[in-house]
T-cell receptor
Framework: NAGVTQTPKFQVLKTGQSMTLQCAQDMNHEYMSWYRQDPGMGLRLIHYSVGAGITDQGEVPNGYNVSRSTTEDFPLRLLSAAPSQTSVYFC????????????FGPGTRLTVL | GENVEQHPSTLSVQEGDSAVIKCTYSDSASNYFPWYKQELGKRPQLIIDIRSNVGEKKDQRIAVTLNKTAKHFSLHITETQPEDSAVYFCADNNAGNMLTFGGGTRLMVKP
């Protein structure tokens, strides 16, 4: 199993550009989530999904969209990039909702100029 | 909203000493408390977790204790080694919902 994979690993955007961060898992997990990690800070939940076709907002959802058309994929879209979105983005998946091991992807380091 | 407070933010110990990191949570309905380790430039990985029906759990040199009355839980690392140097995050499941993470503790183990 590849586990949780993310692409790209690094990305530089200009203010106002849009892009999609890709996330996929091959563990047949129902629950997937996106976190951002700013320097010296913890992980903050952006959006999450409890299954295909179902998504919900986390702590910091503004400026981001998600969709979940399949169990395997959970892309994160930045609608109009801003410097405040410079961060490391982690995708994670788990078998259960809130009481199971979260498996994290390798992360995407995003810089917005 | 739900808060998980983690202390200290940095911790420096001598190799062989013990390290203790503490977290407090606010929602009494939370029932799952994991700890993640993140090495520099890597992804967070689960190292140990505890559920609300037990007070302590051990795995070799690491242990976690839970005090539900006081709403706090702690990570204990004994006989620290240089490879224990990393950032450690606590979390709770916020009454069965998605995990809420603490701010992290940077542990430095000096040889």
């Amino acid at each position: 199993n590849a586990g949780v994979t993310q692409t790209p690993k690094f990305q530089v955007l200009k203010t106002g550009q849009s892009m999609t961060l890709q996330c996929a898992q091959d563990m047949n997990h129902e629950y997937m989530s996106w976190y951002r990690q700013d320097p010296g800070m913890g992980l903050r939940l952006i959006h999450y999904s409890v299954g295909a076709g179902i998504t919900d907002q986390g702590e910091v959802p503004n400026g981001y969209n998600v969709s979940r058309s399949t169990t395997e994929d959970f892309p994160l879209r930045l609608l109009s990039a801003a410097p405040s979105q410079t961060s490391v983005y982690f995708c994670a998946s788990s078998y259960g909702r809130g009481a199971d091991t979260q498996y994290f992807g390798p992360g995407t380091r995003l810089t917005v100029l | 909203g739900e808060n998980v407070e983690q202390h200290p933010s940095t911790l420096s110990v001598q190799e062989g000493d013990s390290a203790v990191i503490k977290c407090t949570y606010s929602d009494s309905a939370s029932n799952y408390f994991p700890w993640y380790k993140q090495e520099l430039g890597k992804r967070p990985q689960l190292i140990i977790d505890i559920r609300s029906n037990v007070g302590e759990k051990k795995d070799q040199r690491i242990a976690v204790t839970l005090n539900k009355t006081a709403k706090h839980f702690s990570l204990h690392i004994t006989e620290t080694q240089p490879e224990d140097s990393a950032v450690y995050f606590c979390a709770d499941n916020n009454a069965g919902n998605m995990l809420t993470f603490g701010g992290g503790t940077r542990l430095m183990v000096k040889p």
